[in-house]
């Protein structure tokens, strides 16, 4: 578990997880103790695409699944080898050497 975050004015929990079949997936907005799960055995640029992709449904509830699938597969791209984003030891982003 990572943590409680805000996107959009509501409160959601963060949480990393081990044994999942889905790379990820998001409880509906309007849901009380919602939660983001992300596949704990992610790695690189497929980690934070799935991240994007999950945040990006939190935030904007109705788009469909192939614009938000675009969207955070062109985003992550776009941080990961375009502008060097990598993942810290302790989950903080870091410059790339």
Known sequence: TMGRVTIRGKRWM???R???????????????????RIRADLKDEERLEVIIHEITHAAIWDASEETVTEFSHDLA?????????????????????
């Not at 081990?18 to 983001?36: E, S, Y």
């Not at 791209?77 to 410059?95: F, N, P, Q, S, W």
Request: proline share 5%.
């Open 14 to 16: 963060l949480d990393f």
């Open 18 to 36: 081990h044994g999942m079949a889905a790379r990820g997936d998001v409880d509906a907005p309007h849901r009380p103790n919602k939660q983001i």
């Open 77 to 97: 791209r776009i941080l990961y080898r375009h502008l060097g984003y990598r993942e810290g030891k302790d989950g903080k982003e870091e410059e790339a050497t």
